[in-house]
Protein backbone atom coordinates (compact mmCIF):
# COMPACT_ATOMS: atom_id res chain seq x y z
CA UNK A 1 0.00 0.00 0.00
CA UNK A 2 1.57 3.24 -0.77
CA UNK A 3 1.39 6.15 1.27
CA UNK A 4 -0.97 8.38 -0.14
CA UNK A 5 -3.59 5.30 -0.07
CA UNK A 6 -2.18 4.71 3.86
CA UNK A 7 -3.29 8.14 4.71
CA UNK A 8 -6.40 8.59 2.92
CA UNK A 9 -7.80 5.22 4.97
CA UNK A 10 -6.15 6.53 8.36
CA UNK A 11 -8.01 9.48 7.51
CA UNK A 12 -11.43 7.43 6.70
CA UNK A 13 -11.24 5.83 10.28
CA UNK A 14 -10.43 8.78 12.44
CA UNK A 15 -13.39 10.55 10.68
CA UNK A 16 -15.57 7.43 11.02
CA UNK A 17 -14.33 7.23 14.92
CA UNK A 18 -14.93 11.02 15.65
CA UNK A 19 -18.33 10.48 13.86
CA UNK A 20 -19.29 7.44 16.08
CA UNK A 21 -18.06 9.41 19.08
CA UNK A 22 -20.31 12.36 18.23
CA UNK A 23 -22.90 10.37 17.91
CA UNK A 24 -22.82 8.21 21.11
CA UNK A 25 -21.71 11.33 23.21
CA UNK A 26 -25.02 12.77 21.17
CA UNK A 27 -27.33 9.99 22.21
CA UNK A 28 -26.12 9.61 26.13
CA UNK A 29 -27.06 13.55 26.48
CA UNK A 30 -30.85 12.57 25.24
CA UNK A 31 -33.09 10.05 27.25
CA UNK A 32 -33.48 7.52 25.44
CA UNK A 33 -37.30 6.71 23.65
CA UNK A 34 -38.65 4.34 26.63
CA UNK A 35 -37.16 7.04 29.25
CA UNK A 36 -39.40 9.48 27.46
CA UNK A 37 -42.40 7.27 27.45
CA UNK A 38 -42.00 6.84 31.28
CA UNK A 39 -41.45 10.55 32.13
CA UNK A 40 -44.29 11.39 29.50
CA UNK A 41 -46.29 8.91 31.61
CA UNK A 42 -45.47 10.44 35.19
CA UNK A 43 -45.62 14.28 34.16
CA UNK A 44 -49.08 13.41 32.92
CA UNK A 45 -50.22 11.45 35.84
CA UNK A 46 -48.86 14.30 37.84
CA UNK A 47 -50.22 17.31 36.26
CA UNK A 48 -53.76 15.40 35.82
CA UNK A 49 -54.17 14.65 39.34
CA UNK A 50 -52.83 17.68 41.01
CA UNK A 51 -55.66 18.89 42.97
CA UNK A 52 -57.20 22.47 42.11
CA UNK A 53 -55.33 24.25 44.74
CA UNK A 54 -52.24 23.07 43.06
CA UNK A 55 -53.39 23.96 39.69
CA UNK A 56 -53.82 27.26 41.32
CA UNK A 57 -50.44 27.35 42.76
CA UNK A 58 -49.07 27.44 39.54
CA UNK A 59 -50.66 30.02 37.83
CA UNK A 60 -54.19 28.06 36.26
CA UNK A 61 -57.42 28.49 37.96
CA UNK A 62 -60.81 25.51 37.81
CA UNK A 63 -62.89 23.14 39.25
CA UNK A 64 -63.26 20.82 36.37
CA UNK A 65 -60.60 17.74 35.37
CA UNK A 66 -57.90 18.27 33.55
CA UNK A 67 -56.79 16.14 30.62
CA UNK A 68 -52.83 16.77 29.60
CA UNK A 69 -50.46 15.80 26.42
CA UNK A 70 -46.93 15.95 27.25
CA UNK A 71 -43.72 15.55 25.72
CA UNK A 72 -40.38 15.34 27.74
CA UNK A 73 -37.16 17.18 26.46
CA UNK A 74 -34.83 16.80 29.40
CA UNK A 75 -34.07 15.97 32.39
CA UNK A 76 -31.49 16.58 35.44
CA UNK A 77 -29.41 15.10 36.01
CA UNK A 78 -28.70 15.16 31.74
CA UNK A 79 -27.29 11.72 32.32
CA UNK A 80 -29.67 9.77 33.42
CA UNK A 81 -30.88 6.62 32.01
CA UNK A 82 -33.62 5.30 34.12
CA UNK A 83 -37.20 7.14 35.94
CA UNK A 84 -35.50 6.50 39.35
CA UNK A 85 -32.31 8.79 38.33
CA UNK A 86 -34.60 11.73 37.39
CA UNK A 87 -34.77 14.51 39.52
CA UNK A 88 -36.77 16.85 37.22
CA UNK A 89 -38.17 16.49 33.84
CA UNK A 90 -38.14 19.56 31.45
CA UNK A 91 -41.24 18.70 28.74
CA UNK A 92 -43.31 20.69 26.83
CA UNK A 93 -47.28 20.73 27.91
CA UNK A 94 -50.18 21.06 26.89
CA UNK A 95 -53.79 20.75 29.34
CA UNK A 96 -56.90 21.07 28.75
CA UNK A 97 -59.76 21.65 31.38
CA UNK A 98 -63.15 19.66 30.59
CA UNK A 99 -66.23 21.66 31.39
CA UNK A 100 -70.08 21.15 30.90
CA UNK A 101 -70.45 20.22 26.54
CA UNK A 102 -67.22 21.27 25.75
CA UNK A 103 -64.79 19.65 22.94
CA UNK A 104 -60.76 19.98 23.26
CA UNK A 105 -60.94 22.17 20.39
CA UNK A 106 -62.76 24.80 22.67
CA UNK A 107 -61.97 24.17 25.80
CA UNK A 108 -59.72 26.43 28.51
CA UNK A 109 -56.14 24.92 27.45
CA UNK A 110 -52.44 25.90 28.99
CA UNK A 111 -49.58 25.41 27.22
CA UNK A 112 -45.87 25.87 27.29
CA UNK A 113 -42.96 24.01 29.05
CA UNK A 114 -42.39 23.08 32.51
CA UNK A 115 -40.04 21.59 34.93
CA UNK A 116 -41.01 18.64 37.07
CA UNK A 117 -39.68 17.48 40.23
CA UNK A 118 -40.21 14.07 40.20
CA UNK A 119 -40.25 13.50 44.42
CA UNK A 120 -43.01 13.18 47.04
CA UNK A 121 -44.73 15.46 46.72
CA UNK A 122 -43.73 16.31 43.30
CA UNK A 123 -43.22 20.28 42.33
CA UNK A 124 -44.49 21.55 39.21
CA UNK A 125 -43.00 24.85 37.96
CA UNK A 126 -44.99 27.17 34.75
CA UNK A 127 -43.54 30.66 34.09
CA UNK A 128 -45.70 32.89 34.58
CA UNK A 129 -47.15 34.42 30.75
CA UNK A 130 -46.78 37.74 29.75
CA UNK A 131 -44.56 40.30 29.54
CA UNK A 132 -40.94 38.69 30.17
CA UNK A 133 -42.27 35.35 29.33
CA UNK A 134 -38.63 34.32 27.24
CA UNK A 135 -36.74 35.00 30.54
CA UNK A 136 -38.34 33.47 32.89
CA UNK A 137 -38.46 30.20 30.65
CA UNK A 138 -34.56 30.31 30.31
CA UNK A 139 -34.44 30.91 34.16
CA UNK A 140 -36.41 27.90 34.82
CA UNK A 141 -35.08 25.78 32.29
CA UNK A 142 -31.24 24.94 31.82
CA UNK A 143 -29.61 26.94 28.99
CA UNK A 144 -28.78 23.24 27.41
CA UNK A 145 -32.56 22.70 26.67
CA UNK A 146 -33.19 26.29 25.70
CA UNK A 147 -33.90 25.37 21.60
CA UNK A 148 -36.22 22.42 22.84
CA UNK A 149 -38.18 24.78 25.62
CA UNK A 150 -39.08 27.15 22.85
CA UNK A 151 -40.03 24.57 20.49
CA UNK A 152 -43.79 23.11 19.59
CA UNK A 153 -44.30 19.28 20.27
CA UNK A 154 -42.42 17.09 18.09
CA UNK A 155 -45.12 14.41 17.15
CA UNK A 156 -48.91 15.29 17.67
CA UNK A 157 -49.29 11.49 19.18
CA UNK A 158 -49.72 12.86 22.87
CA UNK A 159 -51.89 15.40 21.96
CA UNK A 160 -53.83 12.93 20.03
CA UNK A 161 -53.86 10.76 22.87
CA UNK A 162 -55.41 13.89 25.37
CA UNK A 163 -57.93 14.75 22.56
CA UNK A 164 -58.82 10.89 22.79
CA UNK A 165 -59.06 11.27 27.03
CA UNK A 166 -60.78 14.23 26.92
CA UNK A 167 -63.55 12.74 24.35
CA UNK A 168 -64.10 9.87 26.75
CA UNK A 169 -64.48 12.34 29.76
CA UNK A 170 -66.92 14.53 28.19
CA UNK A 171 -68.83 11.52 26.66
CA UNK A 172 -69.06 10.10 30.34
CA UNK A 173 -70.62 12.78 31.81
Not at 103 to 125: C, E, F, L, T
Request: hydrophobic share 45%; with cysteine; glycine share 6%.
Amino acid sequence: MTRTRRGLVAAIVTLASLTLAGVMFFAARQPSSQLNEELAAQVTLILEQASPDEHHAHGHSFDSRVVCAVEPFGTEPADATSLVEVRWVYARHMCAVTGAGTDWASSVRASGPIAVKVDIPPQIRVPEPGEGYPDRVRRLIPARYHEQAFAEFESEDAIDAARERFAQIISAK
